[in-house]
């Protein structure tokens, strides 16, 4: 007897893939496809020009008689073209615009925020965004950063740089104005950029300027992007946006439109996956001369399986005073913040390469087991440690 042969979804995926968070994101929805089955997935070149390829967009799928599109769709010009192709499309444009298309996308606001607490933790008092004016994901990362600022109590100074520069201008030139802020900002402070490669030229600037990253300016980006982070000195820290997982959701969601269900409502947002800590952040501000001692402590014997008793022994005040400054200057208990420094230096060993033994890694980082590692590590990031190293190795 004939079997029936499944029928195939084409679908086009109209972004150049041209980011490290894109091809993480063409990875989530190729996982979706795999679990799915008889997808094809045809996707643009790796950049826009310079492929020596046809690029795919939106506009260049007119007429094209697939099954579906995954898109970014940024105005309601291109959302007319993307009707009149005549397949659902789904967008991932990060504009304010409303196209009425079905949208998913990377919770912006909640990036500004897990970063904001990441240098709060760290005991900055002031904090600094550096964006770009006009775009609506830089405003919303800045907005979530800002809320986190006014909720600890700190101040916040942004710097939006413009979108269109004059492309006679040299170099020096178009970063006249990050050298002007820069100066004006007082240190120590805690600053997150737009995106890695911001990132990576507000610490190029920083040096060229004399000042120290992390102890004057601790940096960070967004994206996680490796062929940044790990490739300056000091390496950077980043929020990864969750880009596998938005991939994933959009091609399920893309399924459901292409089976004729209807569309949701509201946009599907992702929260984002959380801060990848390197040694651009890798700093305590600290002016309560207690607190300092403890957490110096803490950092100088990571690798033993210290308590808080030691802690104790170290500073000569009480649990009580101990925990009660602790709470008022890096919003924790000592305890709380011992773990986090462990499983922080679990993340980069986790990261890296090579792949150490779970067991290694507890004991470079003072657990007594690696069931004991697990079960911090779950507490704290919501995974256990070999699902982040399967996901950031």
Same mark, same amino acid.
């Given at each position: 007897?004939?079997?029936?042969?499944?029928?195939?979804?084409?679908?086009?995926?109209?972004?150049?893939?041209?980011?490290?968070?894109?091809?993480?994101?063409?990875?989530?929805?190729?996982?979706?496809?795999?679990?799915?089955?008889?997808?094809?997935?045809?996707?643009?070149?790796?950049?826009?020009?310079?492929?020596?390829?046809?690029?795919?967009?939106?506009?260049?799928?007119?007429?094209?008689?697939?099954?579906?599109?995954?898109?970014?769709?940024?105005?309601?010009?291109?959302?007319?073209?993307?009707?009149?192709?005549?397949?659902?499309?789904?967008?991932?444009?990060?504009?304010?615009?409303?196209?009425?298309?079905?949208?998913?996308?990377?919770?912006?606001?909640?990036?500004?925020?897990?970063?904001?607490?990441?240098?709060?933790?760290?005991?900055?008092?002031?904090?600094?965004?550096?964006?770009?004016?006009?775009?609506?994901?830089?405003?919303?990362?800045?907005?979530?950063?800002?809320?986190?600022?006014?909720?600890?109590?700190?101040?916040?100074?942004?710097?939006?740089?413009?979108?269109?520069?004059?492309?006679?201008?040299?170099?020096?030139?178009?970063?006249?104005?990050?050298?002007?802020?820069?100066?004006?900002?007082?240190?120590?402070?805690?600053?997150?950029?737009?995106?890695?490669?911001?990132?990576?030229?507000?610490?190029?600037?920083?040096?060229?300027?004399?000042?120290?990253?992390?102890?004057?300016?601790?940096?960070?980006?967004?994206?996680?992007?490796?062929?940044?982070?790990?490739?300056?000195?000091?390496?950077?820290?980043?929020?990864?946006?969750?880009?596998?997982?938005?991939?994933?959701?959009?091609?399920?969601?893309?399924?459901?439109?292409?089976?004729?269900?209807?569309?949701?409502?509201?946009?599907?947002?992702?929260?984002?996956?959380?801060?990848?800590?390197?040694?651009?952040?890798?700093?305590?501000?600290?002016?309560?001369?207690?607190?300092?001692?403890?957490?110096?402590?803490?950092?100088?014997?990571?690798?033993?399986?210290?308590?808080?008793?030691?802690?104790?022994?170290?500073?000569?005040? &009480?649990?009580?005073? =101990?925990?009660?400054? *602790?709470? #008022?200057?890096?919003?924790? +208990? /000592?305890?709380? @913040?011992?773990? $986090?420094?462990?499983?922080?230096?679990?993340?980069?060993?986790?990261?890296?390469?090579?792949?150490?033994?779970?067991?290694?890694?507890?004991?470079?980082?003072?657990?007594? &087991?690696?069931?004991? =590692?697990?079960?911090? *590590?779950? #507490?704290?990031?919501?995974? +256990? /440690?070999?699902? @982040?190293?399967? $996901?950031?190795?």
């Amino acid at each position: 007897m004939t079997q029936l042969r499944k029928h195939v979804r084409h679908v086009a995926l109209a972004y150049p893939v041209t980011s490290p968070w894109m091809a993480r994101f063409l990875q989530g929805v190729a996982d979706y496809a795999a679990r799915k089955g008889g997808w094809n997935i045809s996707t643009s070149p790796p950049t826009l020009s310079g492929a020596e390829e046809f690029a795919m967009n939106i506009h260049s799928l007119r007429g094209w008689s697939g099954d579906g599109v995954i898109a970014a769709v940024r105005n309601q010009q291109e959302a007319r073209v993307a009707r009149r192709i005549g397949v659902p499309v789904v967008n991932l444009a990060g504009t304010s615009e409303k196209t009425g298309l079905p949208r998913v996308m990377v919770d912006h606001r909640a990036i500004g925020r897990i970063a904001a607490e990441h240098l709060l933790e760290r005991g900055f008092r002031r904090l600094a965004y550096c964006g770009t004016e006009g775009l609506y994901y830089s405003r919303q990362r800045m907005l979530g950063f800002m809320e986190e600022a006014k909720r600890a109590g700190v101040p916040c100074e942004v710097l939006e740089m413009r979108h269109v520069i004059d492309s006679r201008a040299s170099w020096q030139q178009r970063l006249r104005p990050l050298d002007r802020w820069l100066e004006k900002l007082r240190h120590p402070v805690g600053l997150l950029a737009i995106h890695d490669y911001r990132a990576r030229v507000v610490m190029d600037e920083c040096r060229r300027l004399g000042l120290d990253v992390p102890h004057d300016v601790a940096v960070m980006g967004v994206d996680n992007d490796t062929t940044v982070c790990e490739f300056c000195q000091p390496t950077l820290s980043s929020v990864s946006r969750n880009a596998r997982r938005v991939g994933y959701e959009a091609a399920l969601l893309l399924d459901r439109l292409m089976e004729g269900k209807g569309a949701p409502e509201d946009d599907l947002v992702i929260p984002p996956e959380g801060v990848v800590a390197r040694q651009s952040t890798d700093t305590v501000v600290i002016d309560q001369r207690h607190v300092a001692a403890a957490v110096h402590y803490m950092r100088d014997h990571l690798d033993e399986p210290i308590g808080i008793k030691d802690v104790l022994d170290h500073v000569a005040i &009480s649990r009580r005073q =101990l925990e009660t400054r *602790f709470r #008022r200057t890096l919003q924790a +208990t /000592p305890y709380d @913040y011992l773990c $986090r420094l462990r499983v922080e230096r679990a993340k980069e060993m986790l990261s890296g390469a090579p792949r150490p033994k779970l067991h290694h890694v507890a004991m470079a980082c003072g657990f007594p &087991s690696a069931e004991r =590692l697990r079960r911090v *590590f779950l #507490r704290l990031t919501g995974m +256990t /440690p070999s699902a @982040y190293r399967k $996901r950031y190795s």
